[in-house]
């Protein structure tokens, strides 16, 4: 049985608390604020009988954490240079950006390697993949994405007038891409792909998502959400980009959030056909919601290349403190390709994050494919060894 929960609400109610803030990132997924969320019998939110997130109950009073290892947040960011430029042109902002959204559109451009029209500027990319979900599925169709999978643009699908069609991922994490393709009907109206996927941390190869993207769009638009490819370090080398000068129905995303560290202010990107972003823009403006400040940060960022940098090393070396802590305590993991980190658990959910949120440690949960599973988010060293000392509180 289902219950629906005002998600304005919950969010008065819980996001004061350390259980309010750990369930805020799923709480607000969609563009509408005011739509209930479906919660089970206990108080646990059932995206697909493979996929449940726990959510805990809010503790009697506030607690303060002290490692926030829950929303993927770069824990270093912003740039030293973006930073700067926020200062600097903070005093412009009474003014719209239009002019200096263009400058960064045609920056952004030149980075991805395709004209200025090919890219639709947003809000973080989370702001983009709802609005494409608004424009795409308001005459109702189905959605066809991997099970478990980043759930905003699915979910704002699903609230329009969408049914989802969700694959299971393959044994080795990655997308089943020949399921995916198989799924494909008369009323698939766009395919989503996650890659790095969250809330999995896994990749999928990249010549055969490349070959699949440029055969399936050739049927039906591919949306392609590349938030974490950066952690890659050789990003656009991995990256989808490359299809749209072959003139393929693809759509790609980008955001600052990740490895620039600018997840508070908020700038992300599109990469698409300018007929597609036509389409989308025709409903709804992507660019509006960005600051001047925040459009001067962006570029700032981009220039600083040695930050970008800094950040690979130090997640990188965060995880491999994580795997090897995990291995000494006898846990496995998935290997992942992004910020942040999943290994099952051998306790439920829920009582897992009250018992870490009492360590002051915030993290989340999940039910994946009937097992229970964290999720790290990679933060400061310091904080990771919080996290590993908590876990060992918790889990003896």
């Known amino acids: 049985m289902k219950t629906n929960v005002n998600r304005r609400d919950w969010l008065k109610k819980g996001v004061l608390t350390a259980a309010g803030v750990m369930a805020a990132p799923y709480l607000t997924y969609g563009a509408f604020p005011s739509q209930p969320i479906s919660v089970d019998a206990k108080g646990n939110i059932p995206y697909t ?9 809010a503790p009697q009073a ?50 991805e390697g395709v004209k200025p029209e090919s890219i639709m500027m947003g809000p973080g990319s989370s702001d983009l993949l709802e609005k494409t979900a608004m424009v795409f599925f308001k005459e109702g169709g189905n959605i066809i994405s991997a099970d478990p999978a980043y759930m905003s643009l699915i979910k ?10 969700p694959i299971k991922l393959k044994d080795d ?3 089943d891409l020949a399921g995916m393709e198989a799924a494909i009907d008369s009323d698939t109206k766009l395919i989503y792909i996650c890659n790095p996927n969250n809330p999995t941390g896994s990749i999928t190869e990249h010549n055969e998502l490349l070959d699949f993207c440029s055969r399936v769009s050739e049927k039906v638009p591919v949306f392609i959400d590349e938030a ?3 952690f890659l370090g050789e990003g656009l080398k991995k990256s989808m980009v490359s299809l749209i000068n072959e003139g393929k129905n693809v759509m790609i995303a980008r955001t600052f959030s990740k490895i620039q560290g600018m997840a508070g202010l908020r700038v992300g990107y599109v990469v698409a056909q300018p007929e597609t972003l036509e389409i989308i823009q025709s409903v709804t403006r992507g ?19 040695a930050f970008s940098e800094k950040t690979i090393i130090l997640n990188k070396e965060c995880r491999e403190y994580v795997y090897k802590n995990l291995k000494r305590m006898g ?12 290994f099952p658990i051998e306790m439920d959910g829920k009582p897992f994050l009250e018992k870490m949120t009492a360590e002051g ?34 889990l003896v």
């Open 173 to 175: 994490w990655s997308h």
């Open 62 to 111: 506030p607690v303060e954490l002290l490692a926030k290892l829950n929303a993927n947040e770069n824990p270093i960011g912003p740039s030293p240079m973006a930073i700067a430029a926020m200062q600097k042109y903070a005093v412009g902002g009474n003014r719209y950006a239009w002019k200096e959204l263009y400058a960064l559109m045609d920056k952004i451009a030149a980075y």
């Open 331 to 342: 846990y496995d993991y998935v290997p992942s390709s992004t910020s942040f980190i999943i």
């Open 361 to 394: 440690v915030g993290v989340r949960a999940f039910e994946i494919y009937g097992k229970n599973w964290c999720r790290v988010s990679m933060g400061t060293m310091d904080e990771m060894k919080l996290f590993t000392a908590a876990l060992e509180k918790v």
């Open 228 to 230: 974490y490819l950066g």
């Open 287 to 305: 660019g509006m919601g960005i600051t001047l400040p925040s459009v001067h940060a962006a570029m700032a960022s981009m220039d600083d290349t």
């Open 156 to 165: 704002v699908a699903e609230a329009t007038g969408a049914t989802w069609k």
């Open 49 to 57: 009988p493979f996929f449940k997130e726990y959510l805990p109950h």
